[in-house]
């Protein structure tokens, strides 16, 4: 064998062996590669479980708290029907007691003192009347019915009747008070 085929035969070798060591290296990082892989695809599917529950629980949340918030609703009435219900208690002993009442005056006495309790068990409750008479005409808190000449300048633009009171629960309007407003002439 000649010198160049000892050579060719060598360059083969060395070119077999390159191979080999980049074919291992080529499968170790593969290798690395599919164990990031594999680290990745577990990470991602503990992140969806994460997310799945976490979903879940928010709707599970959701449909506890629209189940709280219907229950309140339901039963926000309840502490004012109880108390609503003396009222009518002393009014259906008003109503025996007018069936066999021969003092008109006494009746009376006992029907007033009947709405007085309705109206402090109201108010206990955060029902507010307002008075409107003499106040400026605001569109927020009165309804006007009709228009009327004032009776005297001052009044112009001011509720001089009120019709149906207004209230406030809480502060907070939730009937708008029915009300005559003064008129100047040329209005």
């Known amino acids: 064998m000649s010198e160049q085929e ?10 077999e062996n390159q191979t080999t060591e980049e074919t291992t290296k080529t499968e170790e990082v593969t290798e690395e590669v599919m164990n990031d892989i594999d680290k990745l695809e577990l990470e991602v599917a503990d992140w969806k479980d994460k997310y ?3 979903f879940a629980e928010f709707d599970n949340y959701k449909k506890r708290s629209f189940k709280e918030k219907m229950e309140v609703i339901q039963t926000a009435g309840k502490d004012l029907m109880i108390n609503l219900l003396e009222v009518i208690d002393d009014s259906e002993r008003a109503e025996k007691q007018m069936e066999t009442a021969t003092d008109v005056e006494s009746v009376k006495n006992g029907i007033k003192l009947i709405i007085n309790k309705l109206n402090h068990t109201l108010s206990s409750k955060g029902l507010k009347p307002f008075d409107s008479i003499g106040e400026v005409f605001d569109v927020e808190k009165h309804e006007a019915i009709t228009e009327i000449p004032a009776p005297t300048p001052d ?8 019709v149906v009171k207004g209230y406030t629960l809480n502060d907070k309007l939730i009937r708008h008070a029915k009300v005559v407003v003064g008129k100047g002439e040329n209005a």
Do not use: Y
Not at 6 to 15: H, L, P, Y
Not at 155 to 162: A, E, H, L, S, T
């Open 6 to 15: 000892k050579e060719i035969q060598v360059d083969d070798a060395t070119i």
């Open 52 to 54: 799945m529950r976490l």
């Open 155 to 162: 009044m112009i633009g001011k509720v001089i009747d009120q």
